[in-house]
């Protein structure tokens, strides 16, 4: 498909574990943006990338969260020793410029037990 | 206090009902964008916009920037209307900051 594409689409997983999830960004879009939402709330900004370069990482909660983009297409979120509190919705939309409209994938909702 | 606040929070219609969702802001902002998203959390961008209005198909949003306002007004509304929407403001870096979102469902 030609959409923003999350990987997985769920995932559960015991506190204390370490979780990936991935994004692929529409073909040709240099910015990629990573959000979380927990329930009841609007989209929360994590990170956002231009090209491979972390252009903006405040909204990173605490060093156990991390996100790379090496080649500047897809992008995975790493968060360590997972705690209760990182259950959330992580959406991730990418534009093909910084100053365009995002668009954005279905999530991966993540459940941490 | 949040920097994006919208109202109402929650809205039920009847098929056929004129709709607005009101947006307001206490920061500078460089555009303004409406969302909508459905149950199962997938969310579309509907409209971008920096001043004035815009018009696609039954939806209109409007943004006054000295009063730091938006509205997204939806005519003719359609139970497939029902889902949450919610505005979102760009800042300089181009992150979003989001409102919570308006929750509408329209009744046939």
């Known amino acids: 498909g030609a959409g923003v594409s999350q990987t997985p689409s769920n995932k559960v997983t015991e506190k204390g574990k370490y979780v990936e999830l991935r994004c692929d960004p529409i073909?040709?879009?240099?910015?990629l943006y990573w959000y979380r939402q927990s329930l009841g709330q609007g989209p929360e900004f994590l990170i956002y990338?231009?090209?491979?370069?972390?252009?903006?990482d405040s909204g990173l909660p605490n060093d156990r969260f991390f996100a790379v983009r090496p080649e500047g297409s897809v992008s995975t979120l790493k968060i360590q020793r997972t705690e209760r509190g990182d259950s959330a919705v992580y959406l991730c939309?990418?534009?093909?410029?910084?100053?365009?409209?995002?668009?954005f994938g279905d999530g991966t909702r993540l459940s941490i037990l | 206090k949040n920097e994006v606040e919208q109202s109402p929070q929650n809205l039920t219609a009847q098929e056929g009902e004129f709709i607005t969702i009101n947006c307001s802001y206490s920061v500078g902002i460089s555009a303004l964008h409406w969302l909508q998203q459905h149950p199962g959390g997938g969310i579309v961008s509907l409209f971008m916009l920096s001043s004035g209005k815009k018009k696609h198909g039954r939806l209109i949003a409007t943004i006054n920037i000295q009063e730091k306002h938006s509205s997204l007004h939806i005519t003719a509304s359609h139970p497939r209307d029902s889902a949450v929407y919610i505005c979102?403001?760009?800042?300089?870096?181009?992150?979003?900051?989001f409102g919570t979102g308006t929750r509408l469902q329209v009744f046939p």
């Open positions: 990338f231009q090209g491979t370069g972390a252009a903006d």
């Open positions: 979102a403001v760009r800042r300089g870096t181009d992150k979003l900051i």
């Open positions: 073909s040709g879009h240099t910015a």
């Open positions: 939309a990418s534009s093909p410029d910084i100053g365009q409209p995002q668009h």
